[in-house]
């Protein structure tokens, strides 16, 4: 082997780290050389505040969960679609359904970036608001009419639930009104949101692992059943 494809691998694997002076090591780009250290843009979208304290859901969804769930994961989302849409200010101009619900108007290059984190900003705006402490059982029109589509309150909980843990990999079960005013519940991929298709998202369950890893590791069950039995609140 030459000497300089020998350096070449060692400067690559993790031998070098630890047997080789710092100084030579291949060192991992910075934030700035990146170009991370640009903040982006404040707007147009910004991210709501959370409606409750961060522990305000405890002991169901824990507050370290909440506050990275929140301030980062959702952040990030917002930051994401306001840089991916600076350069075009007639999307800057258009509501999160307006772009959901018609991203073939969205320029290819930044369809795909659009997509996925408006509609993350929109899963999650819709999230934080459709959680308390005790949940909130649906009451009056919406309840009848859960009765009249899945039986009862319980065996909607039952296709929530059933929805949420057939979900492969990152996702989102959605329970929502269609068009024609019919209820539905249905799985999502990533963060599409039901706003794609000209539907009303009413609940979803997060089932991302960022929203339970670290209180429930591999049980996405038992997170499951917390969000449809003890924290679920919409009406
Ligand atoms: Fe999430």
């Given at each position: 082997?030459?000497?300089?494809?020998?350096?070449?691998?060692?400067?690559?694997?993790?031998?070098?780290?630890?047997?080789?002076?710092?100084?030579?090591?291949?060192?991992?780009?910075?934030?700035?050389?990146?170009?991370?250290?640009?903040?982006?843009?404040?707007?147009?979208?910004?991210?709501?505040?959370?409606?409750?304290?961060?522990?305000?859901?405890?002991?169901?969804?824990?507050?370290?969960?909440?506050?990275?769930?929140?301030?980062?994961?959702?952040?990030?989302?917002?930051?994401?679609?306001?840089?991916?849409?600076?350069?075009?200010?007639?999307?800057?101009?258009?509501?999160?359904?307006?772009?959901?619900?018609?991203?073939?108007?969205?320029?290819?290059?930044?369809?795909?970036?659009?997509?996925n984190?408006?509609?993350g900003?929109?899963?999650?705006?819709?999230?934080?608001?459709?959680?308390?402490?005790?949940?909130?059982?649906?009451?009056?029109?919406?309840?009848?009419?859960?009765?009249?589509?899945?039986?009862?309150?319980?065996?909607?909980?039952?296709?929530?639930?059933?929805?949420?843990?057939?979900i492969f990999g990152s996702g989102w079960?959605?329970?929502?009104?269609?068009?024609?005013?019919?209820?539905?519940?249905?799985p999502f991929p990533n963060q599409d949101?039901?706003?794609?298709?000209?539907?009303?998202?009413?609940?979803?369950?997060d089932v991302w692992e960022h929203a339970?890893?670290?209180?429930?590791?591999?049980?996405r069950?038992?997170?499951?059943?917390?969000?449809?039995?003890?924290?679920?609140?919409?009406?």
């Amino acid at each position: 082997m030459k000497r300089r494809s020998f350096f070449q691998i060692l400067l690559g694997s993790s031998i070098a780290s630890r047997f080789l002076p710092f100084s030579i090591v291949a060192a991992e780009p910075s934030v700035a050389q990146q170009g991370l250290s640009t903040p982006p843009p404040t707007g147009p979208f910004t991210l709501p505040p959370l409606p409750y304290a961060s522990n305000a859901l405890e002991p169901y969804i824990d507050a370290e969960t909440m506050t990275l769930h929140h301030d980062k994961h959702h952040a990030a989302y917002v930051n994401n679609l306001n840089k991916a849409i600076a350069p075009y200010p007639d999307l800057q101009k258009k509501s999160l359904e307006e772009l959901l619900g018609n991203l073939d108007a969205v320029p290819a290059e930044i369809r795909t970036t659009v997509r996925n984190n408006a509609g993350g900003h929109s899963n999650h705006s819709i999230l934080w608001k459709t959680l308390s402490n005790p949940g909130r059982k649906p009451e009056g029109k919406l309840a009848k009419e859960i009765d009249n589509t899945f039986g009862s309150y319980e065996k909607w909980r039952e296709e929530m639930t059933k929805c949420a843990m057939g979900i492969f990999g990152s996702g989102w079960a959605w329970f929502g009104r269609s068009k024609d005013g019919r209820l539905f519940i249905e799985p999502f991929p990533n963060q599409d949101s039901p706003l794609m298709t000209g539907r009303t998202p009413i609940y979803g369950i997060d089932v991302w692992e960022h929203a339970y890893y670290l209180k429930h590791q591999n049980r996405r069950a038992d997170y499951v059943k917390s969000c449809v039995e003890s924290v679920g609140s919409f009406s």
